[in-house]
């Protein structure tokens, strides 16, 4: 938890009487992400509220019982929309289905969160997703780019925050299977054929010969400036 306490003060993510709607897909993230901000809650002197959104892309075979359990809880309200968003992937046979279905959902849930009355949108990315990012902007965007942990969509005025940025991938599973969360898959059809899934592999492989590289992605992030590059 020192690490979402740390990234939330880092990027001032959270303040007096905000009102945060947890982006809850049933994966692990999103688990420790909502357990994080419940502790957080409970005993920090910052006072804030709680809310969640599951978003069932499945056309409503999704199982959310144990997950609505979980959230109960947590005394965190739950909600779930159904939106047929990988039927929408299939039919438009998108070069880029993760990119897609990530922007669908952002925008989603943002919209969720203003009509419920939320200023504030918790997301489950953690470090390796965003040192994934960053390969996947060089490799296919030819940038040096990455999503802010705390940013304002204007459109919908609604502030997105990442509180588990500092926090690796395998730390949260870890977390998860000793918690004993009730992690709940929605069999994305793509997973297994994605684009991120390969940057996935490549990082695993680049940190064999440079175990700190994620941190040092993540330094270069807060730190580069346009004089660094050309």
Known sequence: MRFVGEAIRDYSMIVPGDRIMIGLSGGKDSLILSLALAVLRRRSPVKFGLTACIIDQTGGTMDTSLLEKFMDELDIPLSIFDHPT???????????????????????????????????????????????????????????????????????????????????????????????????????????????LSAKKILEEMEKEIPEIKSNVIHALKNVLESDVW
């Open 86 to 196: 990988y039927s929408i992937m299939e039919e438009r046979d998108e070069r880029s289905p993760c990119s897609l279905c990530a922007n669908l959902r952002r925008g989603i849930l943002a919209a969720q969160a203003k009509e419920a009355g939320t200023n504030v949108l918790a997301l489950g990315h953690h470090k390796d997703d965003a040192v994934e990012t960053v390969l996947l902007n060089l490799f296919y965007g030819g940038r040096f780019k990455c999503y802010q942990p705390n940013m304002f969509m204007t459109r919908t005025e609604v502030k997105v925050i990442r509180p588990l940025i500092y926090i690796e991938e395998r730390r949260i599973a870890l977390e998860a299977a000793r918690l004993d969360l009730p992690v709940t898959s929605a069999c994305c059809p793509y997973s297994e054929k994605s684009k991120r």
